[in-house]
């Protein structure tokens, strides 16, 4: 009777109903403790502002008098989504050209570096080295590439050694959009091998092992095992990329500083954070946000929608 | 080792290429924080300074109240990272070992806050905290003050505190620690607080190491919300505020190696506490890939 089971086995047997209903609204009471403070912070900073978030973009308010504040209707969204103004035409453009870019470049480069990893010593070295971007702060990588793009810099350093002139990364309008995806794309990609290492350790070896007999060769391997296997796991990094690259400004704020030359770099996000911090526009600035948000959620839910469907398959 | 053998000079070649791009920047990085007057800027470019003096230092010392900065970026990341564990650890017990109505909704709408991009709600929480009731001169409404919340430290902690990530990274590991040891300290008389505290707290450390990682490197390096909240108080600024706002000052030629030198050293820091916990990080990373 002293054993610890001995006294659970007790413990059920003697337990009547109302004292095992007892003992349950002792622990919620206790789980709703150990939510307490994290549920508080929801309610203050997630469930306020966003309803704020929702309320802002139908309203027509500047300065910050909360009873000045008037019911819009949906005006701010006509005024955003006009096809003449800039928002739709250029900025909403340059941010899709900005995130798939990105998201592009970095997926291409991470699948070959994943995969050339995945054959070589020292893998934990490699991605480390690969994952440094991602611990250094946005305004480390935007100073830095911001240096190696200036006429006297390391890139067109480079360019004039190999006979070819200067180009103004950051000043040429046609260029400035390209040279910040890439830097995006840059400190994006360790990010992703990680993921796909891993994914690529899942892959079990027998499969490659068969496919030697029957004499594949490499290439073969890669296009048909090792890229079909590795979809839930690229499919993730696409996803997650993509979202984090249609709401990244801070590497355009640093990098450029006001979405320049002319608008060439400026993008969604940051076209939302002049409007409400420059020109304290709370209602065009919110409903921006509101359509952009419309945007994410709609692949967020794409997603999950996919991977569900891939769960079912398996399952 | 079989998928090593195949075209290894292929791969070699591919991560050596690549590496150099990954690591480059950073070369340039430091080896800029040691150009002289007359040397940065200057064409042909040269990666090596003439030598290796160290006046971009003193000056980012000296201009940029370095210490101000630093004590700044550790007040905030530290508090950060501490609620976020604390409540996590919390909030993920009770979602995960123990039995309450309102479990499976409270768990989704966790995982539902992780959908919440954060350039959302940036308009509306700077609201807030300028309205925050009884802070900054405001009245129990949040009228008539003059910055609220805005004008203090507070600003760039209280919104971090809680993280919607953490408490589901700890649900997931919790869930997995063994019910018979928890209802044996129950049996014992423990109560929930003595379980949670001496039982299951000491063993979350590896996944309370993950967790502490990325919200210190996440907090270390936060730029926009900081940026904002310190524009009108620059006592506020922490370290990447602070050095990007140099470069508005003086001549960029002058200055760039100047902010090239206080990146280096803030970068550091966060740079070996990586390096010595990267084990944990990668392995965050690959748990957050793969849910």
């Known amino acids: 009777m002293t054993t610890a089971v001995g006294r659970v086995g007790d413990d059920r047997l003697a337990a009547s109903p109302a004292r095992r209903l007892g003992r349950l609204q002792r622990e919620g009471r206790a789980a709703y403790l150990f939510l307490a403070p994290a549920l508080l912070f929801f309610c203050v900073f997630l469930i306020l502002p966003f309803v704020f978030a929702i309320v802002l973009a139908f309203s027509d308010w500047g300065g910050f008098d909360l009873g000045t504040l008037k019911w819009a209707g949906t005006a701010n969204f006509g005024d955003v989504l006009s096809f003449d103004g800039t928002f739709v035409k250029l900025i909403l453009v340059n941010t899709l050209l900005f995130a798939f870019g990105s998201v592009f470049l970095a997926t291409f480069g991470s699948v070959l570096v994943a995969y050339c990893i995945d054959r070589l010593a020292f893998q934990g070295f490699w991605r480390v080295l690969y994952f440094l971007p991602v611990v250094a702060t946005v305004v480390a990588i935007g100073n830095v590439w911001k240096m190696m793009y200036q006429p006297a810099g390391l890139i067109n350093g480079v360019l004039n050694k190999l006979g070819v002139n200067s180009i103004g990364f950051l000043s040429d309008a046609s260029y400035a959009l390209p040279s910040v995806t890439v830097v995006q794309a840059w400190a994006s990609i360790g990010g992703a091998v990680l993921i796909l290492t891993a994914g690529l350790k899942a892959i079990p070896e027998m499969y490659y092992e068969a496919a030697e007999v029957d004499g594949a060769n490499s290439w073969h391997m890669f296009w048909s095992i090792t890229l079909p296997l590795l979809r839930p796991a690229l499919l993730f990094v696409l996803i997650t990329q993509f979202i984090g690259g249609l709401q990244s400004f801070a590497l355009i704020i640093v990098m450029t500083g006001d979405g320049g030359p002319v608008n060439a770099t400026n993008v969604a996000a940051f076209e939302m954070y002049q409007r409400a911090f420059k020109y304290g526009a709370w209602g065009t600035a919110s409903a921006m946000a509101m359509v952009l948000f419309v945007i994410i959620l709609a692949i967020t839910l794409l997603q999950l929608w996919v991977a569900r469907r891939r769960g079912e398959e398996t399952s | ?291």
Do not use: C
């Open chain 2, 1 to 291: 080792m079989r998928r090593h053998g195949k075209f290894p000079w292929f791969a070699y070649l591919v991560v050596i290429l690549g590496g150099v791009a990954m690591v480059m920047p950073f070369l340039d990085m430091v080896m800029s924080s040691f150009k002289g007057a007359g040397e940065y800027g200057v064409i042909p470019y040269k990666l090596l300074p003439e030598s290796f003096n160290l006046d971009n230092y003193r000056e980012a010392f000296s201009q940029l109240e370095l210490p101000r900065l630093f004590r700044n970026s550790v007040i905030v990341t530290v508090s950060v990272t501490v609620s976020v564990l604390i409540t996590s650890a919390l909030a993920g017990y009770a979602l995960a070992k123990l039995r309450f109505r309102g479990r499976a909704v409270i768990f989704r709408f966790i995982l539902a806050t992780m959908m919440l991009p954060p350039f959302l709600l940036l308009i509306p929480t700077f609201l807030i905290m300028l309205n925050w009731p009884l802070a900054g001169g405001n009245d129990f409404l949040g009228r008539g003050g003059d910055g609220g919340l805005t004008t203090s430290l507070l600003a760039l902690i209280l919104p971090f505190t809680v993280s919607g990530f953490g408490i589901f990274l700890m649900r997931q590991f919790m869930i997995s620690l063994p019910d018979e040891m928890l209802e044996a300290a129950k049996i014992d008389g423990a109560n929930q607080w003595q379980i949670w505290r001496l039982i299951v707290l000491p063993q979350t450390k590896p996944v309370a190491i993950t967790l502490g990682l990325i919200t210190f490197i996440g907090t270390w390096n936060e730029y926009i919300w900081t940026l904002l909240i310190s524009s009108s108080d620059p006592s506020l600024q922490t370290l990447p505020v602070g050095i990007q706002l140099l470069q508005s000052f003086l001549d960029p030629d002058r200055t760039m190696p100047i902010v090239m030198a206080g990146l280096v050293i803030s970068t550091l820091p966060v740079l070996v506490v990586f390096l010595v916990f990267q084990k944990y990080y990668v392995r965050g990373v690959v748990l957050s890939g793969l849910k």
